[in-house]
Protein backbone atom coordinates (compact mmCIF):
# COMPACT_ATOMS: atom_id res chain seq x y z
CA UNK A 1 0.00 0.00 0.00
CA UNK A 2 1.20 3.94 -0.67
CA UNK A 3 0.18 6.95 0.86
CA UNK A 4 0.75 10.05 -1.84
CA UNK A 5 1.36 13.28 -0.75
CA UNK A 6 1.12 16.04 -3.62
CA UNK A 7 3.10 19.49 -3.54
CA UNK A 8 4.54 22.54 -5.53
CA UNK A 9 1.12 23.84 -6.97
CA UNK A 10 0.43 27.60 -7.32
CA UNK A 11 -0.10 30.51 -9.01
CA UNK A 12 1.76 31.07 -11.62
CA UNK A 13 1.71 33.86 -14.73
CA UNK A 14 1.58 32.08 -18.56
CA UNK A 15 5.04 31.12 -19.92
CA UNK A 16 6.19 30.66 -16.28
CA UNK A 17 7.57 26.77 -15.14
CA UNK A 18 6.49 25.05 -12.21
CA UNK A 19 7.93 21.47 -10.39
CA UNK A 20 5.16 19.55 -8.75
CA UNK A 21 6.48 16.60 -6.23
CA UNK A 22 4.45 13.17 -5.41
CA UNK A 23 6.66 11.89 -2.35
CA UNK A 24 5.21 8.02 -1.67
CA UNK A 25 5.12 6.71 1.87
CA UNK A 26 4.74 2.54 1.82
CA UNK A 27 7.01 -0.44 0.51
CA UNK A 28 8.43 -1.29 -2.96
CA UNK A 29 7.80 2.27 -4.52
CA UNK A 30 10.41 1.37 -7.28
CA UNK A 31 7.52 -1.35 -8.32
CA UNK A 32 5.00 1.11 -9.27
CA UNK A 33 4.02 2.73 -12.60
CA UNK A 34 3.43 6.23 -11.58
CA UNK A 35 0.78 8.56 -13.28
CA UNK A 36 0.26 12.56 -13.12
CA UNK A 37 -3.21 13.20 -14.04
CA UNK A 38 -5.03 16.66 -13.96
CA UNK A 39 -8.71 17.88 -13.39
CA UNK A 40 -9.28 21.19 -14.69
CA UNK A 41 -13.00 22.77 -13.51
CA UNK A 42 -16.20 21.38 -14.73
CA UNK A 43 -13.92 18.84 -16.24
CA UNK A 44 -13.15 15.23 -16.25
CA UNK A 45 -10.07 14.21 -15.06
CA UNK A 46 -7.45 13.50 -17.61
CA UNK A 47 -3.95 11.84 -18.03
CA UNK A 48 -1.05 13.63 -18.34
CA UNK A 49 1.29 11.65 -18.09
CA UNK A 50 3.40 8.13 -16.55
CA UNK A 51 6.52 7.10 -15.99
CA UNK A 52 7.70 3.51 -15.72
CA UNK A 53 9.43 2.15 -11.82
CA UNK A 54 12.42 2.09 -13.27
CA UNK A 55 12.22 5.42 -14.46
CA UNK A 56 13.30 4.95 -18.11
CA UNK A 57 10.21 4.89 -20.17
CA UNK A 58 7.90 8.16 -20.21
CA UNK A 59 4.21 8.92 -21.82
CA UNK A 60 2.81 12.12 -22.09
CA UNK A 61 -0.51 13.49 -23.19
CA UNK A 62 -0.45 14.82 -26.60
CA UNK A 63 -1.60 18.38 -25.16
CA UNK A 64 1.97 18.16 -22.68
CA UNK A 65 4.45 16.61 -24.83
CA UNK A 66 7.25 18.98 -25.06
CA UNK A 67 6.36 21.39 -22.10
CA UNK A 68 5.87 18.72 -19.08
CA UNK A 69 8.54 16.00 -17.88
CA UNK A 70 8.04 13.53 -15.49
CA UNK A 71 11.21 12.31 -13.43
CA UNK A 72 11.38 9.89 -10.21
CA UNK A 73 14.29 9.56 -7.29
CA UNK A 74 13.38 6.00 -6.08
CA UNK A 75 15.60 6.60 -3.24
CA UNK A 76 13.59 9.35 -1.89
CA UNK A 77 10.36 7.67 -3.04
CA UNK A 78 9.49 10.51 -5.01
CA UNK A 79 7.83 11.35 -9.17
CA UNK A 80 8.01 14.94 -10.10
CA UNK A 81 6.60 16.89 -12.94
CA UNK A 82 8.15 19.42 -14.27
CA UNK A 83 5.86 21.83 -16.27
CA UNK A 84 7.24 24.57 -18.40
CA UNK A 85 5.46 27.21 -20.75
CA UNK A 86 2.21 26.83 -19.21
CA UNK A 87 -0.85 27.95 -20.41
CA UNK A 88 -4.02 28.97 -18.80
CA UNK A 89 -5.68 25.69 -19.82
CA UNK A 90 -3.02 23.91 -17.44
CA UNK A 91 -5.36 25.29 -14.64
CA UNK A 92 -6.70 22.05 -12.32
CA UNK A 93 -5.97 20.12 -9.81
CA UNK A 94 -2.85 17.89 -10.09
CA UNK A 95 -2.77 14.27 -9.15
CA UNK A 96 -0.09 11.80 -8.68
CA UNK A 97 -1.08 8.19 -8.67
CA UNK A 98 0.36 4.37 -8.51
CA UNK A 99 -0.54 1.04 -10.54
CA UNK A 100 0.97 -2.28 -9.44
CA UNK A 101 1.72 -4.63 -12.03
CA UNK A 102 3.26 -4.80 -15.53
CA UNK A 103 0.88 -3.02 -18.11
CA UNK A 104 1.22 0.67 -18.35
CA UNK A 105 -2.55 2.53 -18.35
CA UNK A 106 -3.51 6.06 -19.13
CA UNK A 107 -7.33 5.17 -17.24
CA UNK A 108 -7.79 6.49 -13.98
CA UNK A 109 -9.59 3.96 -12.96
CA UNK A 110 -6.68 1.44 -13.35
CA UNK A 111 -4.69 3.05 -10.90
CA UNK A 112 -5.08 1.93 -7.25
CA UNK A 113 -3.59 4.36 -5.14
CA UNK A 114 -4.42 8.33 -5.46
CA UNK A 115 -2.75 11.61 -3.90
CA UNK A 116 -4.90 14.43 -2.47
CA UNK A 117 -4.17 16.91 -5.27
CA UNK A 118 -2.46 20.10 -5.73
CA UNK A 119 -3.76 23.43 -7.45
CA UNK A 120 -2.28 24.50 -10.24
CA UNK A 121 -3.80 27.91 -11.52
CA UNK A 122 -2.22 29.81 -14.69
CA UNK A 123 -3.43 33.06 -15.30
CA UNK A 124 -2.84 34.98 -18.74
Known amino acids: QLQLVESGGGLVQAGDSLRLSCSAA????????MGWFRQGPGKEREFVGW????????NYADSVKGRFSISRDNAKNTVYLQMNNLKPEDTAIYYCAARSGLLVSTVPSQYEYWGQGTQVTVSS
Open 51 to 58: ISPNGVYT
Open 26 to 33: GRAFDTYL
